[in-house]
């Protein structure tokens, strides 16, 4: 038995021990103040830290400074991005590979992180980017209609479009109208699910008797777009490694994508973890597009984001302004501070405004006083780029086509 499949099998993600964290591509909860444990969901995903030795080989291969997402440890963890690096080091190309689900017209905040990611990776490798939009997977667990679900699919991919993806290199595609229009996708998806048993399935995914097949089908079609087969309009025959940026609750796809692709003669994809983005009320709470105070959606204008930061944004402040300036607030749990990790990237000011906050010198106000300036502009000009976004230019991000790869640079 390989070590994926060990993995695999012993890692039931809904039998976790008792008092853990639960981190499942569907739930995620945590009964600490600050949230996820990511050091111990490290060793029970079986993944690597992204450390130092990592990070100055990234700068010293690609003369990039790797980005604050990588250097405040936002994206934390990694399966053979020494792989990928390797890869570059000599000359040779991969592929990116990310997704999103959509399950609502707008997408909040939280959802840009592995695509503003994914951008700047896109920028610094000059690779080929394909993006899934699961619209088949949100019908089936959210119990939408089809032609709901595309609709989404749509929305959802003029916000990622916003986020300046390159339009010579960047592939978007809706499950539910690609895959009946490519054959090899679908071939492949047969493929995996040839070579992956139901009760692989339950051990990871942790379905039930009573849960419609479809979800139990659904995993090999998250797969498929990991090996380069799938795309044979970009990749022709090439046998291409792929680097997937992903939350790390999507890693048990992918977990049995690096099992099942070695088989098919495909190369494991390598994957790069990002942490959770907190919500509102704090880490412990999760986002819901049911609750618009739990999100700053992309939609909202500046009054609104001025209100809700001021008004929910979780604070780990004191009291008292007496009690602020003597005992200070705690970062760890300030959802402004947590927020500002994420989009201010001046590491000095973050600095500046972590250590004034915690001596008490910075007061909760204050502090959300910087998010909402940040933040402000941020979603304005999202706002102003989707609003250039034409059907004819979906349309094209969206059509199958050469993106100019070649094995080689």
Same mark, same amino acid.
């Given at each position: 038995?390989?070590?994926?499949?060990l993995?695999?099998?012993?890692l039931?993600?809904?039998?976790?021990?008792?008092?853990e964290d639960?981190?499942?591509?569907?739930s995620?909860?945590?009964k600490?103040d600050?949230?996820?444990?990511?050091?111990?969901?490290?060793?029970?995903f079986?993944?690597?830290?992204i450390d130092?030795?990592?990070l100055?080989?990234?700068?010293?291969?690609?003369?990039?400074?790797?980005?604050?997402?990588? @250097?405040?440890g $936002? #994206?934390?963890?990694?399966?053979?991005?020494? &792989?990928?690096?390797?890869? !570059?080091?000599?000359?040779? =190309?991969?592929?990116?590979?990310?997704?999103?689900?959509?399950?609502?017209?707008?997408?909040?905040?939280?959802?840009?992180?592995?695509?503003?990611?994914?951008?700047?990776?896109?920028?610094?490798?000059n690779?080929?980017?394909?993006?899934?939009?699961?619209?088949?997977?949100?019908?089936?667990?959210?119990?939408l209609?089809?032609?709901?679900?595309?609709?989404?699919?749509?929305?959802?991919a003029k916000?990622?479009?916003?986020?300046?993806?390159?339009?010579? @290199?960047?592939? $978007? #595609?809706?499950?539910?109208?690609?895959?009946? &229009?490519n054959?090899?996708? !679908?071939?492949?998806?047969? =493929?995996?699910?040839?070579?992956?048993?139901?009760?692989?399935?339950?051990?990871?995914?942790?379905?039930?008797?009573?849960?419609?097949?479809?979800?139990?089908?659904?995993?090999?079609?998250?797969?498929?777009p990991?090996?380069?087969?799938?795309?044979?309009?970009?990749?022709?025959?090439?046998?291409?490694?792929?680097?997937i940026?992903?939350?790390?609750?999507q890693?048990?796809?992918f977990?049995?994508t690096?099992?099942?692709?070695?088989?098919?003669?495909?190369?494991?994809?390598?994957?790069?973890?990002?942490?959770?983005?907190p919500a509102?009320q704090?880490?412990?709470?999760?986002?819901?597009?049911?609750?618009?105070?739990?999100?700053?959606?992309?939609?909202?204008?500046?009054?609104?984001?001025?209100?809700?930061?001021?008004k929910?944004?979780?604070?780990?402040?004191?009291?008292?302004?007496?009690e602020?300036?003597?005992?200070?607030?705690?970062c760890d749990?300030?959802i402004?501070?947590?927020?500002?990790r994420?989009?201010?990237e001046?590491?000095?000011?973050?600095?500046?405004?972590?250590?004034?906050?915690?001596?008490?010198?910075?007061?909760?106000?204050?502090?959300?006083?910087?998010?909402?300036n940040?933040l402000?502009?941020?979603?304005?000009?999202?706002?102003?780029?989707?609003?250039k976004i034409?059907?004819?230019?979906?349309?094209?991000?969206?059509?199958?086509?050469?993106?100019?790869?070649?094995?080689?640079?």
């Open positions: 038995m390989t070590e994926e499949e993995k695999i099998q012993n039931s993600l809904n039998g976790s021990a008792s008092g639960v981190v499942t591509p569907w995620v909860e945590s600490n600050t949230g996820i444990d990511y050091d111990k969901l490290i060793q029970r079986g993944s690597s830290k130092k030795e990592l100055d080989r990234f700068e010293r291969i690609t003369c990039k400074k790797p980005h604050h997402f990588l @250097r405040r $936002i #994206f934390f963890s990694h399966r053979d991005m020494h &792989t990928i690096l390797n890869l !570059y080091e000599q000359g040779k =190309r991969f592929y990116l590979y990310t997704g999103r689900g959509p399950s609502s017209d707008s997408m909040h905040l939280g959802h840009l992180i592995p695509f503003m990611f994914c951008k700047w990776l896109q920028e610094v490798f690779v080929p980017v394909v993006i899934q939009l699961t619209d088949d997977e949100k019908a089936i667990w959210k119990n209609k089809i032609e709901d679900a595309i609709k989404l699919a749509y929305n959802n916000d990622i479009i916003a986020c300046g993806f390159d339009p010579e @290199r960047t592939f $978007i #595609f809706s499950d539910l109208e690609h895959i009946g &229009t054959p090899a996708f !679908y071939q492949n998806m047969i =493929r995996i699910q040839r070579a992956v048993t139901f009760n692989q399935v339950k051990g990871i995914f942790g379905f039930g008797d009573s849960d419609p097949i479809g979800k139990i089908s659904f995993p090999p079609t998250q797969a498929a990991a090996l380069s087969s799938t795309f044979p309009f970009i990749f022709k025959n090439a046998k291409v490694h792929c680097l940026p992903c939350a790390i609750d890693d048990p796809y977990r049995m690096r099992d099942v692709a070695p088989k098919l003669g495909f190369p494991k994809p390598a994957l790069i973890h990002s942490s959770f983005f509102m704090g880490s412990k709470t999760k986002m819901s597009a049911s609750d618009s105070n739990t999100a700053i959606f992309l939609t909202d204008t500046a009054k609104q984001i001025k209100n809700k930061v001021n929910h944004a979780f604070s780990g402040g004191q009291a008292t302004v007496e602020h300036r003597q005992l200070g607030g705690n749990v300030d402004a501070y947590q927020w500002l994420f989009f201010l001046d590491d000095e000011k973050l600095e500046q405004l972590r250590k004034g906050y915690t001596s008490g010198e910075i007061l909760t106000g204050e502090l959300k006083k910087e998010l909402i940040i402000q502009p941020l979603v304005a000009t999202h706002q102003e780029n989707r609003s034409t059907d004819d230019m979906l349309n094209a991000f969206m059509l199958p086509r050469d993106l100019g790869f070649v094995t080689n640079k």
